[in-house]
């Protein structure tokens, strides 16, 4: 089964991307979220269970496993 990492603003929910590399959505993610301000989530789904993380603009990394906010 392939991985997907999308990539939305925090909050808003506005689409950034996709990938299937976990490195480059994370490099992604940093980036964007440096550049502009916002913090950015990244999540994929596995087995049913959904995996997200929130990059901060300070690149401080929340983790929200299962959907839990």
Do not use: C, F
Not at 14 to 34: E, H, L, R, V, W
Not at 48 to 55: A, F, H, L, S, Y
């Amino acid at each position: 089964m392939e991985y997907t990492y999308t990539l939305k603003y925090d909050g808003s929910g506005g689409y950034i991307g996709k990938t299937p590399i976990y490195s480059q959505a994370i490099n992604a993610a940093k980036g964007y979220a440096k550049t502009y301000g916002l913090s950015v989530l990244v999540s994929h789904t596995w087995k049913n269970k959904t995996r997200e993380i929130v990059i901060h603009p300070d690149e401080t990394i929340t983790h929200l496993w299962n959907g839990e906010r």
